[in-house]
């Protein structure tokens, strides 16, 4: 008898049988036999036996093993007869799984009329009717029998049952989409006399399903089986029994193509066909080390999450083994992030602003520069006819300086950071388009505009000019005659126009309407508004709607314009420096003058346009798939919550990622301040106590670090991580 090796493979895959001679061959299996039943020897007349079984197990794993996609569409050339499945193969479903459609459905009146946790009791009826066909012995069940089952559990009309069936149907028409594997197999199919069917286990209808391949391009096949129609089920084998009747050949002749390994893969080996099983761009997450080794970008659970997530996945990794975010780079990482959670926050606040201007009959919309030049980009995607939209010139110094009176208090704020970063007063006095008014307002209290600043002068100018506010204002008056035309022709009377911006105080609306003239009327859209709009705004009788925040309310959103307001105005940052004046040229037109942006703060626009560029071309993408009316159906009001719980508590990898991000404070600063404050020299409680985003600085904490951080800074300054 052959004594056992100490290597010997634990399983019949493990051996590569193809690169052995038959000797050889028969060694390996015959230790194999021995290591999984001893009592036989190789010199018994069942290693004749052994061989043929194993050999027989090795090829049906070989013939259903997992294959890329280019493998698979490669091998069709050898076949003239194919079965190919139908989910996560030719189409997918813009949602994590397949329950998660049921989850689309919960918001719909149709469903709330019934139970307020439909998710759940569709779930139970589907379990239910499959527990009544496992006792008649039938293999697959009905989309009929499921809403039986559905009447049953809920006490639901037969009128309600039917209605929220035809809503299951049309969900599912609407989240289905073509695969780019299911694209490129069909188009090669279509091109060549081959003959295929599709081969599905499914509780939905066969007509319906021919109807939905149909809609999606799915073309070209003789037919549709679907198991609970034909009585039989891939996952018995016994539906492949059908095909190879239909087409008339032996089971070997055909070809089978699917996602699932035991279906798709095992049973159809079993039945004596021929198989290969594809990746499944759903089940990557699955495949991949678990969110809380790298990042939370994919754990978002709202709809209009769920649906970018689902298309970044098949538009980019349809053909990956695993996803690690730590392996990408700093543009990749930035790129993902931009579609999957930039872009249904920024999808879901533009449908949001779509509807609230609907509401008011308002077909004009103005995006306030900065933070509108990405926004107006993805309304322009969403809504490429109907809407008059423009770029409209706008800054805080734009609109405050030449046409607000302003508060000491403000015009110190406002000036602290140019005047500390400008060497001289005619420095300071270009930077922020000052005119003659304001050096003779200089000169009358002694200060040299040309002469280099020190701390005391600096000190001394901002002095004067929080003492005599009015001499400052009346500097712009040259500004203003432009200004005034500027607006009232963007905003012309007897028109209802939007304007949109990121927000907080609505101080830029409030300026707007005090320049155009009382007959136009201007409605403000914001990302959030803070506490400060109600008196800069509703006590001046300014109609105004907010997507995040509306003057500080509901409490638990305050976040977005305490902790989150930097990380945001980084996202929406347009690739040009503040607008600091407006003039006309020689032919009348209206230009902007910019001010002039540091390295550093390039390399912030070049940063921000990845993730904008990303989720631009994700909005699209999915627009591809299902149209923006479609998309409404889907998204709530306003449905911010998946990017809020990212920014609440971010991966420590996620938050790495944005440690290289500054914040800039207005003209004159080129340097920034860290967004995260991760890295910076100093005590862990005045790094987070100056973060910008502290719960990024958390992130990266050890337990104990964090722990004592957090108690520290509850009781020194009452700060929340």
Known sequence: MLHLASDIPRRIDQIDLDNLCPLQKLLHIGNFALSTNPQYSIMESKTDECETTLTSKYNRRKKMRTSSSEEVLNRVDDYDFLSLDIFDTLLFRHCKSP????????????????????????????????????????????????????????????????????????????????????????????????????TSDMYLPQEYLERVLQAKGITGWERVFVSNEQGRTKHTGRLFEDVAAFFGVSKDKVLHIGDNRHADGTMAANAGMQSRVVLASKDLPSRSPKPKRHSKLLTGTRPISQVFVANYLESHHYDTERLDFRSLSEDQYFEAFGAVMVAPLITSMLIWMKQEMDKRSISRIAFLARDGMFPKAAFELLWQAGIDTQYLAASRRLLTLPFTTLEPETLGGMLHTTLANSETLNELITKISGGPVLKEHFAKHGLDINERLSRKTRKKALKTLMEDPESFCKSFEHERSVLTQYYRSAFPAGTKSAIFDVGWRGSLQRSICAITDSEAHVFGLFFGTS???????????????????????????????????????????????????????????????????????????????????????????????????????????????????????????????????????????????????????????????????????????????????????????????
């Open 99 to 198: 329950i998660d459609v049921f989850g689309f459905m919960s918001e719909h009146s149709h469903t709330r009329q019934v139970t307020e946790f439909f998710q759940d009791y569709r779930v139970a009826a589907e379990n239910l009717a499959r527990d009544d066909a496992n006792e008649k012995n039938l293999e697959d069940v009905s989309l009929e029998e499921i809403y039986l089952c559905f009447q049953q559990l809920t006490n639901c009309t037969d009128a309600q049952a039917e209605q929220i069936k035809q809503l299951e149907l049309e969900t599912e028409m609407d989240l289905l989409h073509a695969t780019s594997f299911g694209r490129k197999l069909v188009e090669k199919l279509q091109s060549t006399e081959k003959r295929f069917v599709i």
């Open 531 to 721: 506490q400060h709009a109600t008196s800069i705004l509703r006590r001046g009788g300014l109609e105004y709607v907010s997507y995040t925040v509306s003057n500080g309310q509901p409490s638990h959103l305050a976040p977005w314009f305490d902790d989150f307001r930097d990380i945001i105005e980084f996202i929406c940052s347009a690739d040009h420096g503040s607008i600091l004046r407006l003039h006309k040229n020689d032919c009348g037109e209206v230009l902007w003058d910019t001010s002039e942006v540091s390295d550093l703060e390039a390399e912030n626009f070049r940063q921000a346009k990845t993730i904008q560029d990303a989720a631009l071309k994700a909005i699209e993408s999915v627009l591809q798939a299902m149209p923006v009316q479609i998309l409404a159906k889907y998204v709530d009001p306003k449905d911010e919550r998946d990017m809020r719980n990212f920014l609440s508590d971010p991966h420590h990898e996620d938050a790495l990622r944005f440690k290289n991000i500054r914040v800039f404070d207005g003209v004159g600063d080129t340097l920034g301040e860290s967004l995260t404050g991760i890295g910076q020299r100093g005590t862990h409680y005045r790094n987070a106590k100056n973060s910008r985003w502290r719960a990024a600085y958390a992130a990266q904490l050890n337990p104990l670090s964090y722990s004592v951080l957090k108690f520290i800074l509850r009781k020194r300054k009452k700060i929340r991580l």
